[in-house]
């Protein structure tokens, strides 16, 4: 572990970051480089980050490979250390008394953390990068977010207005990572014509968890096959994840079309260059997809009691990330009981050719670069624009109050 240096060192400016998951530190490393860049002052990185932000200069709280950078989907069993590690947390931040707070996804966690450093001192100014999914479901954290977060940076374009008609907290739209990546996931010259060559490549991309390639592998084998029975021969990419390449070389193995499994980014960033078409399991993939323009399906396929869970809790028109964005249903969504090889196909098989289904969506992604505001300053320059704004002023005051300090209460 880094040890943590003392702040009020002349001249420095002092922002605490704290990111628990590979997203988050990814994000908060393109932060900091952006802020130094960006500053007139010097600024110096203190808090809870992974190997990509402690690479960028991050001063850590705590060891890397402790801190469980990969989730919290082990809650129950992880539950003692995270709240161990949110106290550490919360007296470091409150011990420094950093020129800003900045937390980064991880809303069950962050926001925790953030409410507690609002409540013993509320002049440190606390920013949240990636707003949580109130369009999606509990509604009422947007309201309760106004309490402690003086800022929200959104990845979405249409998270501004829901946080206005929420009564969340002030939120500006920075941008969504993949807006950096846009280029890589377009074609040039060359793989245009691939695209629109024979054998058409259809990617198939059954998600990125042990249980969505468990339950989707086999109804995508079918469906992929149905659909060449259609429109003839196929080329199936299947992207995956290092972790999980001998499950899904597994579960495709008896696949009636035998795919090429790609791993590395780069491979799989040069398949959506070319693919025709997709079959998707929807998520931030769909939006991924639309980005580098190709038409697909998505789908998903839960338990039954999920399914339930998930009805009564989630209130989207959508649940594609790619249709909400777009602000139109124009992919098509086949979940639950409509997620079968048959219905899969019908849908998909209109989007190999010349039809009105493919052009629809085609038009419809090419509206993406206005929405997303792709082409203009990155997503990390934006938001250390507003962090900087929003540092909190040098003064004299030092120490922690000695009784609680209620916030906008």
Request: hydrophobic content about 45%; some cysteine; proline content about 8%.
């Amino acid at each position: 572990m880094t040890a943590m240096q003392s702040s009020g060192a002349s001249g420095e400016r002092e922002i605490f970051l704290i990111a628990v998951e590979e997203s988050g530190d990814r994000l908060g490393a393109a932060l900091m480089r952006a802020l130094r860049q960006r500053s007139a002052e010097p600024l110096r990185f203190s808090g809870v980050g992974g190997h990509q932000m402690t690479g960028a200069g991050l001063d850590t709280l705590l060891p890397v490979d402790d801190f469980s950078i990969i989730g919290f989907t082990a809650i129950p069993a992880r539950l003692p250390r995270i709240i161990s590690h949110m106290i550490t947390t919360v007296r470091a931040v409150l011990a420094r008394r950093p020129h800003a707070l900045v937390i980064i996804d991880s809303p069950g966690y962050t926001l925790r953390v953030a409410r507690f450093v609002r409540w013993f001192d509320p002049s440190i100014p606390i920013i949240d990068y990636v707003s949580p999914s109130v369009w999606a479901w509990r509604a009422g954290r947007a309201r309760s977010m106004r309490r402690s977060i003086d800022h929200a940076l959104a990845l979405l374009p249409f998270e501004p207005g829901v946080h206005r008609e929420l009564g969340g907290p002030p939120c500006t739209y920075v941008g969504h990572p993949l807006i950096e990546e846009a280029a890589k996931l377009r074609p040039d010259a060359t793989e245009a014509q691939r695209r629109l060559a024979d054998p058409p490549v259809v990617l198939a991309m059954p998600g990125s968890r042990s249980g969505e390639v468990t339950k989707l592998a086999d109804i995508f084998g079918e469906t992929l096959a149905r659909v060449s029975k259609r429109v003839g021969p196929i080329e199936v990419v299947v992207p995956t994840v290092p972790h999980l390449l001998a499950q899904v070389t597994k579960a495709t193995s008896d696949w009636a079309i035998k795919p090429r499994i790609v791993v590395e980014l780069a491979d799989k960033q040069a398949a959506l260059r070319i693919a025709r078409a997709a079959l998707a399991k929807s998520g931030t993939t769909t939006l991924e997809l639309a980005v580098a323009g190709v038409p697909m399906v998505a789908t998903y396929k839960v338990s039954p009691l999920e399914a339930v869970v998930i009805k009564r809790l989630v209130r989207v028109p959508s649940y594609i990330l790619a249709n909400l964005v777009i602000g139109e249903n124009v992919v098509p969504e086949l979940v639950q009981d409509d997620c079968t090889p048959e219905k899969l196909a019908d849908a998909l098989a209109p989007l190999i050719g010349d039809s009105p289904q493919r052009r629809q969506q085609v038009e419809a992604f090419a509206s993406l670069d206005a929405i997303m505001e792709i082409g203009s300053r990155t997503p990390a320059a934006r938001a250390a624009d507003i962090v900087l704004g929003l540092l909190r002023r040098p003064d004299t005051g030092s120490g922690i109050p000695l009784a609680p300090r209620p916030a906008n209460r």
